[in-house]
């Protein structure tokens, strides 16, 4: 009897053994895949961050550089003057005699506008009203703008001591130097690459 007992006893503990290994094993499995899983996640947003960041980076630096190219290739036309055209007009509201207004043009880095081609003259009388504005276009020695190229086309002129050039919406016509009449000044457009504005005006984009 006292050795059956022995034989029962240690027999126990022979049958939970095992029992106590199969519990422990399935926790070990779960708790080691369930490790990998994580870290792979952290590693995949990692990854999707840096990559995000790089393509922002990228976008910048292209933007950055298109901006530059277009501002340095695309002209602008400084304050106060429109574009129309290939170049930039300024349309006074005030009246002046046509010497002052060649100056008021020299001063903002212009000149009082000139016309050699007809299209484009046409371009401007389109924004023009009825009202006659200043050109520079005088008569000395006959009709000549002032870099010195001659008139080809006509110009209305009923009296003598009309020597300076107007323009309004139906063509150009002489006048007396000495009236005060609105004026256009005419520049080409500026670039960035060109430096900055003199005369207090500033590039817009």
């Not at 503990?13 to 094993?25: A, F, G, H, M």
């Not at 490790?35 to 792979?40: A, D, E, G, T, V």
């Not at 990228?58 to 036309?77: F, L």
């Not at 002046?96 to 207004?101: F, L, R």
Request: proline fraction near 4%.
């Amino acid at each position: 009897m006292e050795i059956m007992d022995n034989v029962i006893y240690s027999a126990f503990p022979l049958s939970t053994e095992p029992q106590t290994q199969n519990d422990c094993r399935p926790q070990q499995k779960v708790s080691s895949s369930r490790f990998p899983l994580s870290y792979q996640v952290a590693i995949g947003l990692g990854l999707l961050n840096i990559i995000f960041v790089c393509l922002l980076l990228v976008q910048w630096i292209h933007c950055q550089g298109s901006s530059r190219t277009s501002c340095a290739s695309c002209c602008s036309c400084p304050d106060l003057f429109m574009k129309n055209g290939n170049y930039c007009y300024y349309f006074s509201v005030k009246k002046k005699d046509w010497n002052s207004s060649l100056e008021f043009c020299l001063a903002k880095d212009s000149h009082l506008a000139e016309f050699t081609d007809k299209q484009e003259m046409s371009l401007v009388q389109q924004i023009l009203k009825n009202d006659f504005y200043w050109i520079g276009l005088r008569n000395k020695s006959g009709w000549r703008w002032e870099d010195g190229s001659p008139l080809t086309s006509s110009i209305v002129s009923n009296s003598l001591i009309q020597k300076c050039g107007t323009i309004n919406r139906n063509g150009l016509q002489a006048s007396s130097c000495e009236v005060s009449l609105p004026w256009i000044c005419k520049k080409r457009p500026q670039s960035m690459e060109q430096g900055p504005q003199q005369s207090g005006f500033h590039c817009r984009s």
